[in-house]
C-alpha cells in the first residue's frame, strides 16, 4: 500500500517552454500533497504544499508563477513548470500524505520516484 | 521555526565498522523520520520515531530518538558495501505536517 507515482520520470525541454509533472495517490487519498526539490548531492527543499480544492502554499521564495501547482483531485497533484529555463533544472520530488491518517498517527508522507528534469 | 541538522555530512567506513550518524533538532518535532537515498532515486523510508526513547531496528541499521535533547540517531552495526547511499533525517513542523529535512549524510561503505 501507500504508492505515489509521478509522471513523467525524466524530461528534457527547450528553454521557454512550460513542463507539466503529475503526482499520483495510487492507493490512497491524498488532500495534502508535497512538492520538493532537490540539487545534486543536496538535500530536499520544500517548495510548497499542495491542498485538495484549494490554493498551494509556497514556501518562501518560490516563485507562484513560476511554478504552477494545481489539486484538482483527492489522487492527483500537478507541478507545471512555466517558462523553463536551465536554473529550473533539477530533481523534482513529491509526496502524499494519506487522509485517513489521525492524530496520533505517524503523519508519514509517501515519496513519488521523482522526476528528473533537465532544461536546454 | 524547525531547523534540523545532521553529521557528518560524509562519512567514509570500512566493511565490518559501526557508526552513528547524528540528526539534532532545534524545536519540538512531533515525530522524527529516517530515510535513504540511492543516487539518481527517490526516498526510502527507514524508521519513524513517535516518542522519547522510541529505538527501531532493520537489519544492520537502529535509529532512537531523544526528545529532551532533541536528538536522534542512526547506528550501523557491521557496515557491508550495500549500505552505501545518503541517508537523511526529517522533522515534522507541529499542525502543518510539512517535513523539515535534515542536510543528508553521504555514507560510502569501503569493501
Known amino acids: 500500500g501507500a504508492v505515489v507515482s509521478q509522471h513523467p520520470s525524466r524530461v528534457i525541454c527547450k528553454s521557454g517552454t512550460s513542463v507539466k509533472i503529475e503526482c499520483r495517490s495510487l492507493?490512497?487519498?491524498?488532500?495534502?500533497m508535497f512538492w520538493y526539490r532537490q540539487f545534486p548531492k543536496k538535500s530536499l527543499m520544500l517548495m510548497a504544499t499542495s491542498n485538495e480544492g484549494s490554493k498551494a502554499t509556497y514556501e518562501q521564495g518560490v516563485e507562484k508563477d513560476k511554478f504552477l501547482i494545481n489539486h484538482a483531485s483527492l489522487t492527483l497533484s500537478t507541478l507545471t513548470v512555466t517558462s523553463a529555463h536551465p536554473e529550473d533544472s533539477s530533481f523534482y520530488i513529491c509526496?502524499?500524505?494519506?487522509?485517513?491518517?489521525?492524530?496520533?498517527?505517524?503523519?508519514?508522507?509517501?515519496f513519488g520516484p521523482g522526476t528528473r528534469l533537465t532544461v536546454l | 521555526e524547525l531547523k534540523v541538522e545532521q553529521n557528518p555530512l560524509f562519512l567514509s567506513m570500512q566493511e565490518g565498522k559501526n557508526y552513528t550518524i547524528y540528526c539534532n533538532y532545534s524545536t519540538t518535532s512531533d515525530r522524527l523520520y529516517w530515510y535513504r537515498q540511492d543516487p539518481g532515486k527517490s526516498l526510502e523510508s527507514l524508521f519513524v520515531?513517535?516518542?522519547?526513547?522510541a529505538v527501531k531496528q532493520e537489519g544492520r541499521l537502529m535509529a532512537s530518538l531523544d526528545t529532551k535533547a532533541r536528538l536522534s540517531t542512526l547506528h550501523i552495526t557491521a557496515a557491508v558495501h550495500d549500505l552505501s547511499a545518503t541517508y537523511f533525517c526529517a522533522g515534522i513542523t507541529s499542525g502543518t505536517y510539512k517535513y523539515i529535512f535534515g542536510t543528508g549524510t553521504r555514507l560510502k561503505v569501503l569493501a
Open positions: 492507493d490512497f487519498q491524498a488532500t495534502t
Open positions: 520515531l513517535l516518542s522519547n526513547g
Open positions: 509526496s502524499a500524505r494519506d487522509s485517513s491518517q489521525g492524530q496520533g498517527s505517524y503523519n508519514e508522507q509517501f
